[in-house]
T-cell receptor
Framework: TQLLEQSPQFLSIQEGENLTVYCNSS?????LQWYRQEPGEGPVLLVT?????EVKKLKRLTFQFGDARKDSSLHITAAQPGDTGLYLC?????????????FGAGTTVTVRA | NAGVTQTPKFQVLKTGQSMTLQCAQD?????MSWYRQDPGMGLRLIHY???????DQGEVPNGYNVSRSTTEDFPLRLLSAAPSQTSVYFC???????????FGSGTRLTVV
């Protein structure tokens, strides 16, 4: 059983459409991170959110941390083929008091031209 | 370029063989870790280290050993390879204060 559940597992959309990826847990997290991974490469950090209710924007990507710090979402506006990849959320549980991250299983996003 | 370097990129082993996956970082990060990535299971922590001379087990440590003699290097040793260890292995590093991990480009290991 994974500490972080991501949904959906797969997402295929047309260029120009919007999409949202969800990351949920029953545990509280001190911080939560989003990564994007392309085939044959390691994950690359997109953003870290640390405050409940926090919203961060990175160009067409909007990240939100839930008020209770148990969930997060990633919204992409006007998706482009370059947004294709595996999106992973990761968090450090508030109860753990260590430096280890727990990862969700990921959402595979395909943006068709 | 600064970052995390993993070698080799690809490796095929026979059951029972041993090998070491290399990981080096040049960012003076205290924290280093090894993950394996399998389809549908995300990234699972094998071992981690918060500084030279300090290592600890993660979620799936069986069959793997690590050591951390320097800040820069964190090798992962497979003692006696098994087909269940076929996976993609990633090394990651970070400052203890965050804000996030820097990953290597991975080693794809196949055990036959």
């Amino acid at each position: 059983t994974q500490l972080l559940e991501q949904s959906p597992q797969f997402l295929s959309i047309q260029e120009g459409e919007n999409l949202t990826v969800y990351c949920n847990s029953s545990s509280v997290f001190s911080s939560l991170q989003w990564y994007r991974q392309e085939p044959g490469e390691g994950p690359v950090l997109l953003v870290t959110v640390v405050t409940g209710g926090e919203v961060k924007k990175l160009k067409r990507l909007t990240f939100q941390f839930g008020d209770a710090r148990k969930d997060s979402s990633l919204h992409i506006t006007a998706a482009q083929p370059g947004d294709t990849g595996l999106y992973l959320c990761a968090g450090d549980p508030a109860f753990a008091n260590d430096y280890k991250l727990s990862f969700g299983a990921g959402t595979t996003v395909t943006v068709r031209a | 370029n600064a970052g995390v370097t993993q070698t080799p990129k690809f490796q095929v082993l026979k059951t029972g063989q041993s090998m070491t996956l290399q990981c080096a970082q040049d960012m003076n990060h205290e924290y280093m870790s090894w993950y394996r990535q399998d389809p549908g299971m995300g990234l699972r922590l094998i071992h981690y280290s918060v500084g030279a001379g300090i290592t600890d087990q993660g979620e799936v440590p069986n069959g793997y050993n690590v050591s951390r003699s320097t800040t820069e290097d964190f090798p992962l040793r497979l003692l006696s390879a098994a087909p269940s260890q076929t996976s993609v292995y990633f090394c990651a590093s970070s400052d203890l204060q965050g804000p996030g991990y820097t990953f290597g480009s991975g080693t794809r290991l196949t055990v036959v």
